[in-house]
């Protein structure tokens, strides 16, 4: 039960700091592009979205820790400045790739299930990609081998979730049919900018959550990434 315990109190750090972060600031991104002129097909949007997620990320899990060493004065803030870095780079690989997915399936008819599952596979997939890279080319970071690899890819299957969740947002794909998260973090025509990146951000961190609980409840000791 200790064990529990702990990945969960692990799992809500990370949502409240990096998974909230992560789609709102996604969403912000996505509506400075849309400012800008950039269309949701084009690389300049892919770009700024993903930059965007990853700046949250970075600032998110930053900002947290330096909250978190006023009660731990333990906490290293330059450990934590690394790890804010590898995370957020591999966040903008995934948050960079999800807008490309969603228009590859999209573009094919596919149900909204299996927009779904598609993105959580690519996605995982990409920010997979990213931290095993990150590995290589941060010195701070310990270098990949096969122990971290599998710490890094059951983190990236719950950041798929979390990536997956936020196809909901979407509520204009087939009108919305099969969307069965458009009551709750569907982002409607008549919400606000500000609204529509809280319900970003809630969308990512209940993908997590539910992601991630699996994990928790069904991993033996000692094999999740969070032990």
């Known amino acids: 039960m200790s064990v529990l315990f702990a990945r ?25 592009a849309d400012q800008l002129g950039h269309a949701a097909d084009t690389a300049t949007f892919a770009a700024i979205t993903g930059v965007g997620e990853g700046l949250t990320v970075f600032a998110g899990h930053t900002t947290y820790n330096l909250v978190k060493k006023i009660v731990k004065p333990e906490v290293s803030l330059a450990s ?28 094919s008819g596919m149900p909204f299930e299996v927009v779904f599952a598609g993105t959580w596979l690519g996605c995982g997939t990409v920010f997979l990609a990213g931290l095993r890279v990150g590995r290589v080319l ?5 270098s990949p081998d096969n122990g971290n690899f599998s710490s890094d890819a059951f983190l990236s299957m719950a950041i798929g979730g979390a990536t997956a969740f936020f196809v909901g947002t979407d509520v204009a794909y087939l009108n919305g049919t099969g969307n069965f998260l458009r009551p709750i973090v569907g982002v409607e025509n008549l919400d606000s900018d500000l609204i529509a990146c809280i319900k970003a951000g809630s969308s990512t961190a209940l993908g997590f959550t539910v992601a991630q609980t699996a994990q928790n409840l069904t991993f033996p000791a000692n094999t999740a990434w969070c032990d």
């Open 8 to 32: 969960m109190g692990s799992m809500a750090e990370v949502v409240v700091s990096k998974l909230f972060p992560a789609g709102a600031g996604w969403q912000a991104s996505s509506i400075l």
């Open 80 to 107: 934590e400045v690394g790890v804010a870095t590898w995370l957020g780079s591999a966040a903008t690989c995934s948050g960079a790739s999800w807008q490309p997915i969603v228009n590859v399936l999209q573009a």
């Open 138 to 142: 941060m010195p701070w970071m310990p």
